[in-house]
């Protein structure tokens, strides 16, 4: 057990295929849902095969801030015991740089009788949130946030409102789920209806309405950009969380890098959350395609970008702008860091990500000190092009507790060494 964890760490190349059971820790995406359902039905909630790490225990803290009981029985599960409803919280709920979290408790917290400040970190607050604040002011709630990024503070009064809210999710889908999940909870139907066409991966949006109806909601989806939900509430039950899809992908390109053979205990194709996509392109390397549309699986593409560098010809991610507000700006972030590893691998252009394969990369690199923008993403990335090339240091490898505390580990378990730097 790596622990605590250095400043940095570099990574030495095993030089032979990883070999092993590996299984990745709960899905991020649905823990945080199901933690918001279960604190929004009345009674005892089971939730199992959960994730546990800094999104999700952030998400956690909020609830309980708001009168809500989370028992942790184990590694992988949460109890929670509710009345159905959010209570005001004392002083404000602080989520780190929880997408998830921000966006999902802004619209439940409407629910709450009283106001409620919803912040998180330096780079929560420059993650726009204005067309989310927006749709919930259409919808009669008073919400306020003068930035357009978090701080938001919510005067609630109890209601989640009726009629028909409109939402532009060009920026996130995790808007439009967040309008959803809050929308049982309203005195009469609502009907979310999307704006734009554009909703990033909308596979996030289908979790979002598989958790709901586990949790009794009822929710039709209208046609492709609009969905009506009965003012149900919801009600407590026990719900397994699969395995995280976005991580599974490290695993994957793993794989793919060192020729090896990880038995994660799930199927790809078992996967409900999008990014499992990026299996059957990560089975196509050295041969990935030059045109990959990262749209529908968009946690994926750096673990993608970062497998292209070694692919046999150069490969444009496409469908990729708001990779530019997640946890840091990833387009940005992934070709400076390729470039610290050759000059010229990683080239913006717009909002396209072009990466200048080379077969032989291994052979050209150079030692470079990663830096991760505080972003686990591209700490978990850029540790897959530590297991063939030379010299890569991972700065700031803790950052990976965001969604993957055990990703260290698990790289150690199979065998990979590890060097503590400064
Ligand atoms: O709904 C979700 O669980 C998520 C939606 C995606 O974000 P956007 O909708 O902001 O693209 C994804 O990047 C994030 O990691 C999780
Ligand atoms: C974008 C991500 O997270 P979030 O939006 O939930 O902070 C992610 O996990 O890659």
Same mark, same amino acid.
């Given at each position: 057990m790596l622990s605590p964890l250095p400043p940095a760490l570099t990574i030495v190349p095993p030089n032979r295929p990883l070999v092993g059971r590996v299984s990745p820790p709960g899905s991020k995406s649905i823990t945080n849902r199901a933690?918001?359902?279960?604190?929004?039905?009345?009674?005892?909630?089971?939730?199992?095969?959960a994730l546990k790490s800094k999104d999700t225990t952030l998400m956690a803290a909020a609830l309980r801030q708001m009168g809500v009981t989370v028992d942790?029985?184990?590694?992988?599960?949460?109890?929670?015991?509710?009345?159905?409803?959010?209570?005001?919280?004392?002083?404000?709920?602080?989520? +780190?740089?929880? $997408?998830?979290?921000?966006?999902f408790l802004? @619209?439940?917290? &409407?629910?709450?009788?009283?106001?409620?400040?919803? =912040?998180?970190?330096?780079?929560m607050r420059l993650r726009p949130i204005g067309p989310l604040v927006t749709a919930l002011r259409s919808l009669g709630i008073d919400a306020i946030c003068p930035t357009?990024?978090?701080?938001?503070?919510?005067?609630?009064?109890?209601?989640?409102?009726?009629?028909?809210?409109?939402?532009?999710?060009?920026?996130?889908?995790?808007?439009?789920?967040?309008l959803l999940m809050a929308a049982p909870l309203g005195h009469g139907?609502?009907?979310?209806?999307?704006?734009?066409?554009?909703? +990033?991966?909308? $596979?996030?949006?289908?979790?979002?309405?598989? @958790?709901?109806? &586990?949790?009794?909601?009822?929710?039709?989806?209208? =046609?492709?950009?609009?969905?009506?939900?009965?003012?149900?509430?919801?009600?407590?039950?026990?719900?397994?969380?699969?395995?995280?899809?976005?991580?599974?992908?490290y695993l994957w390109g793993i794989e793919a890098l060192t020729g090896g053979r990880i038995d994660l205990g799930v199927a790809a194709d078992a996967f409900t959350q999008p990014d499992a996509a990026a299996q059957a392109v990560?089975?196509?390397?050295?041969?990935?395609?030059?045109?990959?549309?990262?749209?529908?699986?968009?946690?994926?593409?750096?673990?993608?970008?970062?497998?292209a560098a070694s692919n046999n010809r150069p490969v444009r991610f496409v469908g990729i702008a708001n990779l530019r507000v997640k946890e840091t700006d990833r387009i940005r972030a992934v070709a400076n860091e390729l470039n610290r590893i050759l000059p010229g691998l990683g080239t913006e252009e717009g909002d396209d990500l072009?990466?200048?394969?080379?077969?032989?990369?291994?052979?050209?690199?150079?030692?470079?000190?990663?830096?991760?923008?505080?972003?686990?993403?591209?700490?978990?990335?850029?540790?897959?092009a530590g297991l063939k090339l030379s010299g890569i240091t991972i700065l700031d490898p803790a950052?990976?507790?965001?969604?993957?505390?055990?990703?260290?580990?698990?790289l150690a378990g199979l065998g990979v060494e590890l060097q503590p730097t400064t």
């Amino acid at each position: 057990m790596l622990s605590p964890l250095p400043p940095a760490l570099t990574i030495v190349p095993p030089n032979r295929p990883l070999v092993g059971r590996v299984s990745p820790p709960g899905s991020k995406s649905i823990t945080n849902r199901a933690l918001l359902l279960a604190a929004l039905a009345d009674g005892t909630s089971r939730l199992t095969g959960a994730l546990k790490s800094k999104d999700t225990t952030l998400m956690a803290a909020a609830l309980r801030q708001m009168g809500v009981t989370v028992d942790e029985p184990d590694a992988t599960s949460f109890t929670v015991t509710s009345i159905g409803r959010l209570q005001q919280p004392s002083g404000p709920l602080f989520l +780190g740089n929880a $997408g998830t979290a921000t966006r999902f408790l802004t @619209a439940a917290v &409407a629910t709450v009788d009283g106001a409620v400040i919803v =912040d998180g970190d330096e780079e929560m607050r420059l993650r726009p949130i204005g067309p989310l604040v927006t749709a919930l002011r259409s919808l009669g709630i008073d919400a306020i946030c003068p930035t357009g990024c978090p701080p938001v503070t919510i005067h609630g009064n109890g209601s989640f409102g009726s009629g028909r809210v409109e939402i532009d999710a060009g920026l996130s889908s995790q808007y439009v789920s967040a309008l959803l999940m809050a929308a049982p909870l309203g005195h009469g139907a609502i009907t979310v209806a999307l704006t734009g066409k554009d909703i +990033g991966a909308r $596979g996030y949006v289908d979790l979002t309405l598989a @958790a709901m109806r &586990a949790f009794g909601a009822e929710v039709e989806q209208l =046609d492709a950009g609009t969905w009506l939900v009965q003012p149900t509430g919801y009600s407590a039950t026990d719900f397994r969380i699969e395995p995280d899809a976005s991580a599974a992908t490290y695993l994957w390109g793993i794989e793919a890098l060192t020729g090896g053979r990880i038995d994660l205990g799930v199927a790809a194709d078992a996967f409900t959350q999008p990014d499992a996509a990026a299996q059957a392109v990560i089975a196509q390397f050295p041969n990935m395609p030059a045109i990959i549309d990262g749209s529908q699986m968009q946690d994926a593409v750096p673990t993608l970008a970062v497998l292209a560098a070694s692919n046999n010809r150069p490969v444009r991610f496409v469908g990729i702008a708001n990779l530019r507000v997640k946890e840091t700006d990833r387009i940005r972030a992934v070709a400076n860091e390729l470039n610290r590893i050759l000059p010229g691998l990683g080239t913006e252009e717009g909002d396209d990500l072009v990466v200048a394969a080379d077969p032989n990369l291994a052979a050209r690199s150079r030692p470079a000190r990663i830096e991760t923008y505080h972003d686990h993403r591209i700490a978990m990335s850029f540790a897959l092009a530590g297991l063939k090339l030379s010299g890569i240091t991972i700065l700031d490898p803790a950052c990976t507790g965001k969604t993957y505390p055990e990703y260290w580990d698990m790289l150690a378990g199979l065998g990979v060494e590890l060097q503590p730097t400064t």
